[in-house]
């Protein structure tokens, strides 16, 4: 093969992240799962350092330009593009705690998986009040597919995820824990459970941890989360104009982008500037302008908006929708990192989480080059 010039490094892992890529050997690095809650359909693959989520089980993925090579058993392989090498990646290696079971038999990669390469990551409750139906759910979202096939169960207790966090770090060497929960029944909006696992996993180990969860209608919630060890916060827009919210999250869209906000201004005096976050899914129809618009919103605020590329899910209703192109990306990413380097809001400053993590997207990348 000719070795060809590779493309700088958040270009070559946009172009990854929207056409994904191809494995001569589909066992590659850690076992990967089709569909189930995010991010599904994707291997952990580190390129000059960043460790990204790549789509491998995609529509898109399986047509790519991107081939990898099967790896050596240390986990090193060749990227290519059209028949020409790119250079050097690698798959992190099958994490040790997922060996381990629980006294009762549930193996602990049922309870929480390691993200990107030194994540830990778990969905507390793996049932939502939106996903009861297709006229409510989220178009994106494959929460209830983790549980029907078995990979997972419907509760993990506070108990069993401060035995799997403390082995985690232990065995494995990681470094900060997201939890998210799918939305349960009443006003807390899940505080309250992701509270009660937060004081559980601090009292086994010392590990940073970001919740996830909707707004909660009564403010007081960030101060119970905060007070239980929780270090980060996300609370996820996913999409930004009215009628797309609408069309793509029925259910979610109820609440409204004024609550967001509201609640972002009250979470940011509990966790402090950059600790507060949310997630943009780039590529469900939200224009540039609208996406760029929101984020000095939200920057201004205090909330780092973690802009990533839409990736279908198999079994989902968007499971055939196309990603957004490179350049889309490009885009939005070049100047949201400008935005977040001048306000003094980074990916390296966030405690805990996925903003933290930035395996989703090439954001961080961009923030590092403004910063070398």
Known sequence: META?????????????????????????QESRRGGAGPSDHKPMTIDGMTVMVPVHTA????????????????????????????????????????RSTADGIPYSQIAVLHG???????????CIRYQSRTKTCQFCAIGQSLAAGRTIAHKTPEQLAEVAKAAVELDGVRHMVMTTGTPKGSDRGAAILADSARAIKAAVDLPIQAQCEPPEDDG???????????ALGMHLEVVTPEVRARIMPGKAQVSI???MSSFRAAVEVFGRGQVSTYILAGLGDTREAILDIC???????????????VPISGTPLESHAGPKPDFM???????????????????DIKAGCGKCGACSALSTYERMLTK
Not at 11 to 20: A, D, H, K, Y
Not at 80 to 90: H, K, M, P
Not at 296 to 310: H, T
Request: glycine share 8%.
């Open 5 to 29: 010039t590779r493309p700088s490094t958040e270009i070559l892992i946009n172009e990854l992240q929207s056409f994904g890529a191809r494995l001569v050997d589909p066992k590659a690095g």
């Open 60 to 99: 898109p993925a399986f047509e790519s330009p991107y081939l990898v090579e099967k790896p050596d058993e240390t986990g090193k392989s060749r990227i290519s593009r059209d028949g020409q090498v790119l250079g050097e990646v690698s798959f992190p290696l099958r994490p040790r705690f997922y060996e």
């Open 117 to 127: 390469r030194d994540v830990l990551a778990t969905t507390v409750l793996q049932t």
């Open 221 to 231: 919630w960030f101060q119970v989360m905060k007070d239980a060890g929780v270090d």
């Open 258 to 260: 004024e609550k967001y």
């Open 296 to 310: 000095e919103k939200l920057v201004a605020i205090g909330v780092y908006p973690f802009v990533v590329p839409f």
């Open 330 to 348: 490009h885009s939005i990413l070049g100047p949201l990192s400008r935005m977040l380097v001048d306000s003094g809001l980074k990916a390296v």
